[in-house]
């Protein structure tokens, strides 16, 4: 199957401090990405998604200001959190999909914790 | 929007048993996707099935579109099987071109 890396997979970030978190295809190329956050013990709730070029699509109730999405290629997408507090604190995925299709590859995941 | 179920939410087996996970959708979908989510959060893809049955190993998962259901089987489950189960459709398009997840089905396996 297709491999989506991410990085990184755990990261540790002041209160008030930005943090990116990538995302990228190694063998095909992302026509879309998704990102997703999941908290405990639930299921991943869809944030956004983005299409190579264009402007992400943030879910309702998702702060567009708040979490910046760019997919400036065809094999990258980055997710950052500007001004992180610690409600921002969870596990973040990203998953992408290629070539007009509809099968997901998923990254590891990058667990946040802002202190 | 598709609202996915996932049924039991947890099950506990002793090692070498065989399960079955059930996921039912309310509307009409493109696709189906079964993943398992290991203890450090990577999503495995196990299936990507709209329609009939197919077999990997010790796993195996129906979709039967038409009553708008599938079903992912484990046989001879090991302690490694461990972990959450999702099922995951996708919508026909336009805005619902995005996979909706199912709650999860906790699965444990006890040696």
């Known amino acids: 199957g297709a491999v989506v890396s991410q990085h990184p997979s755990r990261v540790i970030c002041k209160s008030g401090t930005s943090v990116k978190i990538e995302c990228r295809s190694l063998?095909?190329?992302?026509?879309?990405m998704f990102w997703y956050r999941q908290f405990p013990k639930q299921s991943l709730m869809l944030m956004a998604t983005s299409n190579e070029g264009s402007k992400a699509t943030y879910e309702q109730g998702v702060e567009k200001d708040k979490f910046l999405i760019n997919h400036a290629s065809l094999t990258l997408s980055t997710l950052t959190v500007t001004s992180a507090h610690p409600e921002d604190s969870s596990f973040y995925i990203c998953?992408?999909?290629?070539?007009?299709?509809?099968?997901?590859?998923f990254g590891q995941g990058t667990r946040l914790t802002v202190v | 929007g598709i609202q996915v179920e996932q049924s039991p939410p947890d099950l506990i087996l002793q090692e070498g048993a065989n399960s079955t996970l059930r996921c039912n959708f309310s509307d009409s979908v493109n696709n189906l996707q079964w993943f398992h989510q290991n203890p450090w959060g990577q999503l495995i893809n196990l299936f990507y099935i709209p329609s009939g049955t197919k077999q990997n190993g010790r796993l195996s998962a129906t979709t039967v579109a038409t009553e708008r259901y599938s079903l992912l089987y484990i046989s001879s489950s090991q302690t490694t099987d461990s972990g959450v189960y999702f099922c995951a459709v996708w919508g026909s398009g336009g805005s619902n071109y995005k996979l909706t997840f199912g709650k999860g089905t906790l699965l444990t396996v006890n040696p």
């Open positions: 998953s992408a999909v290629g070539g007009g299709g509809t099968e997901a590859f």
């Open positions: 063998d095909f190329q992302a026509t879309t």
